[in-house]
């Protein structure tokens, strides 16, 4: 069982006054593009980790087959999203996908590529970290196997890059064919680009 926890708790402070999630992008609503992607994916449950402007968000996802959770503690920072998705998600899950909602074109057959290779390492190799690659850049979203659950969840740092970082011997890079997994969306520079690509 696969559970993907989707941060869209954060103020998108680089954004300016605009909530960037919000932003449309591609015909749509960025968050809700991002998230039928992830919904249309091999994950068995989505959690949806909510906080700023909690209502906007949910209101733009009515209908999709998701889970939401609010963080009161988002203006913390990543961290306190990441624990308060991990913690709603299943107790069943093996693999817990860790996903940024500001990476709009990030496809379903990206999503199951991880997946895919989580699955067939799975079985031989319990502790395991999914990174996405390209060109020797490493992206988002990463899937973590459920023993890094209690890791994660008394993770002091911001997000878990300080994870991946200390645990080597447990990552497999999984080389991706586009550099979807590298885009995100933080300034009005990255969204006026994105909108001309």
Excluded: W
């Excluded at 860790?98 to 895919?116: G, K, M, V, Y």
């Excluded at 990463?142 to 994870?163: A, N, W």
């Amino acid at each position: 069982m696969i559970s993907a926890i989707i941060l869209a708790a954060g103020e998108s402070r680089r954004m300016g006054v605009k909530n960037k999630l919000l932003l449309p992008i591609s015909g749509e609503v960025l968050i809700r593009n991002f998230v039928k992607s992830v919904c249309a994916s091999n994950v068995d449950e989505v959690v949806v980790v909510v906080g700023h402007e909690a209502e906007k968000i949910e209101d733009v996802l009515q209908g999709q087959p998701v889970r939401f959770v609010e963080n009161l503690r988002y203006m913390e920072g990543m961290t306190s999203s990441i624990q308060t998705g991990i913690q709603a998600a299943s107790a069943e899950s093996e693999g817990l996908l860790i996903c940024l909602a500001d990476q709009p074109f990030i496809e379903t057959s990206d999503f199951n590529r991880l997946i895919h290779e989580f699955t067939d390492l799975f079985d031989s190799e319990s502790s395991l970290i999914i990174v996405p690659v390209f060109k020797g850049q490493r992206g988002n979203p990463v899937l973590f196997s459920s023993q890094f659950r209690d890791i994660i969840l008394q993770h002091k740092g911001e997000g878990c890059r300080d994870i991946v970082l200390k645990h080597p011997e447990c990552v497999r890079e999984v080389e991706m064919g586009n550099d979807n997994v590298l885009r995100d969306v933080d300034t009005p520079e990255d969204y006026k680009m994105f909108c001309t690509d």
